[in-house]
C-alpha cells in the first residue's frame, strides 16, 4: 500500500498544529499585566496597584472589614462576622486569588489584567 501525501493535507495539518500552539501560549504564556488588588464592598469598590501599602476600612451589612495591603500582599484583618473564616485565609498575592467575608459583602481579588478601565465579573 502506498502513501500519497498531498500539499492541501501537509497545508492543513500545519494550520492545526499553529493553531493549537497559539492557543496553548494565549492560555499559559499570555502577559498578565500588572498586577492589582481589586477590593469591592457592599456600595464601593478600590482598585490598588499591588506594591500599594494601605489600610482600607470596607464598610457592610454587619459592619466594617478591614483589607491591609503590604508587601505585594493583601488580606482581610478583621471582620464583624461570626465565623472569621476571611481572616483566616491569610494572605493572597498571585494572579487570580481572593479571599471573601461573604456576611459582610466583602471581596479581595488579585488581578492581572492591567487595565484599569473596565472591570468584568
Known sequence: MKVCIKIPDVLIVLIAVSLIFFSF???YFKPQG???VLIRGQNAEWIFPIETEETIVVSGPLGETTVRLRGK???ID????DNQ???AAGEVSGFG???ACLPN???L???GTGDTDAISW
Open 78 to 81: 478583621s471582620s464583624p462576622c
Open 73 to 75: 500582599s493583601a488580606w
Open 105 to 107: 459583602n466583602v471581596l
Open 34 to 36: 500588572a498586577a492589582r
Open 85 to 87: 473564616t476571611c481572616v
Open 109 to 111: 481579588l488579585i488581578d
Open 25 to 27: 501560549y494565549t492560555v
Open 97 to 99: 486569588q481572593w479571599a
